[in-house]
């Protein structure tokens, strides 16, 4: 008899559990690609879903990390490209050009800035900064590209009937099923690629 009053009460609570909990963990992991908690499994997902949180999500990562690998790649560039000019002007110092007289001051700054040169190197060899960024650029341009195409309606996803209307609503689905495929064959290849080439930056990649 209890159990029968506060029933409702009860299912009330452990649903409110339930949509804290989802929230929760999505807050800790707003990359989560997992279709359960993106999709609602009481209605058939739809095209504009998929775009919507799984395809727009993992692009604007993509297109984030190919930015931040590009100004990471550049700063130690120029970095690098500036110390060799103090070297430069230091032993021409160091060689006695200035006022007359040699200095080991010079000769020392010298020696530090060859010394940050292979320490800068040496980093972005180890961290293959240059790698990830043309490994992301490629994926996003490859996942703009594809999506460029379906929303066009170009290429392969190019209608093939415009009779009648269960016709084109069947080949609407067959491409957005083949969209779907493209898109999770990009990434699946990039995630191969990157393992093989650069496992730090296979390390990063959404599933």
Excluded: C
């Amino acid at each position: 008899m209890l159990y029968d009053i506060m029933r409702p009460d009860i299912r009330g609570y452990l649903r409110k559990w339930k949509q804290q909990l989802g929230r929760g963990r999505l807050q800790q992991n707003p990359n989560s690609n997992l279709s359960s908690e993106y999709y609602d499994i009481n209605k058939p997902a739809e095209i504009s879903d998929y775009i919507q949180k799984r395809f727009l999500p993992v692009f604007r990562w993509y297109k984030n990390r190919t930015s931040a690998n590009a100004r990471r790649f550049g700063f130690w560039r120029i970095s690098i490209i500036i110390l060799a000019l103090f070297i430069v002007i230091f032993d021409i110092l160091a060689l006695g050009y200035y006022a007359g007289k040699t200095s080991s001051a010079t000769a020392i700054a010298s020696s530090i800035a060859a010394v940050l040169i292979l320490g800068s190197t040496a980093f972005v060899q180890l961290t293959r900064t240059q790698e990830n960024w043309i490994l992301f650029s490629t994926a996003s341009q490859r996942l703009e590209r594809e999506y460029q195409l379906f929303m066009l309606k170009a290429g392969v996803y190019t209608p093939s009937t415009t009779s009648a209307s269960i016709n084109v609503a069947e080949d609407d689905k067959a491409k957005s099923r083949l969209f779907v495929e493209n898109i999770e064959s990009i990434i699946s290849n990039h995630s191969s690629e990157s393992r093989f080439q650069n496992p730090s930056a296979a390390n990063q990649i959404p599933d």
